[in-house]
């Protein structure tokens, strides 16, 4: 059940830099539109804060097994390829529904 609650998180956090212009969904920002390296780095936050949910999900449940390098390069990627929806969404489908009404 938990690797679920995982699963759902990590899709969840993936996609919001991109599906809002507020800083980790919280912080208003001055400019109304949101900088891509800021989602960037707002990506790159929310990695680190689902494994922190996820190793202490872990640790609840037995000792939390070591990882090396192949383990975050593996799961950063697939951070990644979640957040690729709310890409999808700010930057492709609506420039394809704008080509379309032209």
């Known amino acids: 059940m938990a690797s679920w609650f995982v699963i759902v998180l990590a899709l969840a ?3 919001l830099p991109f599906l809002n212009e507020r800083f980790l969904g919280l912080i208003a920002l001055k400019s109304r539109n949101k900088a891509f390296w800021m989602r960037l780095l707002e990506l790159l ?3 680190f804060v689902v ?3 996820a190793m202490g999900l872990e640790a609840r449940i037995g000792n939390v097994a070591p990882q090396g390098w192949e383990f975050y390069a593996v799961t950063g990627c697939l951070f990644v390829v979640l957040a690729y929806p709310g890409f999808v969404f700010r930057y492709l ?3 394809a ?3 379309h009404t032209d």
Do not use: F, N, Q
């Open 13 to 15: 956090a993936a996609s």
């Open 51 to 53: 494994g922190a949910v």
């Open 97 to 99: 529904i704008h080509e």
């Open 45 to 47: 936050i929310l990695y």
């Open 93 to 95: 489908r609506k420039s």
